[in-house]
């Protein structure tokens, strides 16, 4: 098995997993992202199979997509499918790596505060660039760009 599809192939074997076992919102989340995986392997000029760490990207990005529609649906008072989008995000994160806790982002962004030799608000994209290949796919980059600006603040 090629180490680079991981992630992929495990979303396979878990549809078929989840569609003998009637699971319809797994079934409906995995094929949705297997969707949308293969749309950006399609992207561009050639077509190419996505590493692991691209195929997190997609799902990260279909994950926020969710909490976003979870929240439309509810600020219209349509508590039904805010749930089924919320129940959708869950499956969701489940193959996406853990996120960090506050204190742990804390600690990556004084570090790439530190070893980036950044200070005040202008230097937000030195740190940025130090920054994100060490959350990538564990930190949300809102979350993350608010952190730094505060700590650049001070």
Same mark, same amino acid.
């Given at each position: 098995?090629?180490?680079?599809?991981?992630?992929?192939?495990?979303?396979?074997?878990? #549809?078929?997993?989840?569609?003998?076992?009637?699971?319809? /919102?797994?079934?409906?989340?995995?094929?949705?992202?297997? !969707?949308?995986?293969?749309?950006?392997?399609?992207?561009?000029?050639?077509?190419?199979?996505?590493?692991?760490?691209?195929?997190?990207? /997609? #799902?990260?990005?279909?994950?926020?997509?969710?909490?976003?529609?979870?929240?439309?649906?509810?600020? !219209?008072?349509?508590?039904?499918?805010?749930?089924?989008?919320?129940?959708?995000?869950?499956?969701?994160?489940?193959?996406?790596?853990?996120?960090?806790?506050?204190?742990?982002?804390?600690?990556?962004?004084?570090?790439?505060?530190?070893?980036?030799?950044?200070?005040?608000?202008?230097?937000?994209?030195?740190?940025?660039? /130090? #920054?994100?290949?060490? /959350?990538?796919?564990?930190?949300?980059?809102?979350?993350? !760009?608010?952190?730094?600006? !505060?700590?650049?603040?001070?």
């Amino acid at each position: 098995m090629d180490p680079m599809t991981a992630l992929k192939d495990k979303l396979k074997s878990d #549809l078929s997993t989840s569609m003998k076992a009637r699971d319809d /919102v797994r079934v409906r989340t995995i094929r949705m992202a297997l !969707a949308a995986i293969n749309v950006e392997e399609v992207a561009g000029k050639v077509a190419r199979e996505l590493s692991d760490d691209e195929v997190v990207k /997609v #799902l990260t990005k279909e994950a926020k997509k969710r909490k976003e529609a979870s929240e439309a649906f509810a600020n !219209a008072g349509r508590a039904q499918q805010a749930q089924a989008e919320l129940d959708e995000q869950a499956v969701l994160e489940e193959y996406l790596p853990a996120q960090l806790s506050d204190e742990e982002l804390g600690r990556l962004v004084d570090e790439a505060i530190a070893e980036s030799g950044a200070s005040g608000p202008k230097a937000m994209g030195q740190v940025m660039k /130090v #920054l994100n290949p060490k /959350v990538a796919g564990r930190a949300e980059g809102g979350r993350v !760009a608010q952190l730094v600006r !505060a700590r650049l603040a001070e």
